[in-house]
């Protein structure tokens, strides 16, 4: 089973609408849960970190459910420029590696 | 914020050349390096991670005597593919971490081995 799983997608969304993207960790033990977000042909950058009380910043809305190894990304209002590959990535075993997800690709349309 | 850069961006080569692809911490001292490859489509895989003044340690899969990595300062890792070939080619990117489990990102270097 994979570290991380999520939903490739794509997800073609039209401007202004909300979507969420899903993720899966099998690793019990990780500690922490971030969103990177990834532009073609580029590196992944941090988006936000995951905490168990849930997060928000701005139009981005993180979840984390321990028991059930689930970790969500909440983007409102969507803009064309939030189109890019969101990662889901859990890091292993409380060090400093991250496992990334394959990344779920959204397109917002205008 | 911190930057990381690598060099060079993009690089061909022939089969059985060697490529040396080089990540730079510009505002910070990283004591630990990751070096990640990437297909297309397909998510960033950890290959090793360089210690400065150790030798690296590598994921299972990931022929130490092909990738070589040298952590030598603080600020400079160096990931060198030997006698590269095509299945070789991918984009491989690395991190710094900073503190704790922040880690910044190169722009990555994209490797076609033709």
């Known amino acids: 089973r994979k570290e991380v799983e999520q939903d490739p997608g794509p997800f073609n969304v039209p401007e202004g609408a909300t979507v969420a993207f899903n993720c899966t960790y099998s690793?019990?033990?990780?500690?922490?849960f971030f969103w990177y977000r990834q532009d073609c042909r580029k590196e992944p950058k941090l988006l936000m970190s995951?905490?168990?009380s849930g997060n928000e910043d701005g139009r981005f809305t993180a979840q984390l459910n321990r028991a059930s190894q689930y970790i969500s990304l909440l983007i409102r209002d969507s803009k064309l420029s939030d189109s890019a590959t969101y990662l889901c990535?859990?890091?292993?075993?409380?060090?400093?590696?991250?496992?990334f997800g394959t990344g779920t690709r959204l397109t917002v349309i205008p | 914020g911190a930057v990381v850069s690598q060099h060079p961006s993009w690089v061909i080569c022939k089969s059985g050349t060697s490529v040396k692809i080089e990540c730079r911490s510009l505002d910070f001292q990283a004591t630990t390096m990751f070096w990640y490859r990437q297909f297309p489509k397909q998510s960033l895989m950890l290959m090793a991670t360089s210690n400065e003044g150790s030798k690296a340690t590598y994921e299972q899969g990931v022929e130490k005597d092909k990738f070589l990595i040298n952590h030598a300062s603080l600020t400079l890792s160096t990931l060198t593919v030997t006698s590269a070939h095509p299945e070789d080619s991918s984009f491989y990117i690395c991190?710094?971490?900073?503190?704790?489990?922040?880690?910044?990102f190169g722009p990555g270097t994209r490797l076609t081995v033709t």
């Open positions: 690793n019990s033990a990780s500690q922490s």
């Open positions: 990535v859990v890091n292993r075993d409380g060090a400093n590696n991250l496992f």
């Open positions: 991190s710094a971490v900073r503190q704790g489990y922040e880690q910044y």
């Open positions: 995951v905490y168990s």
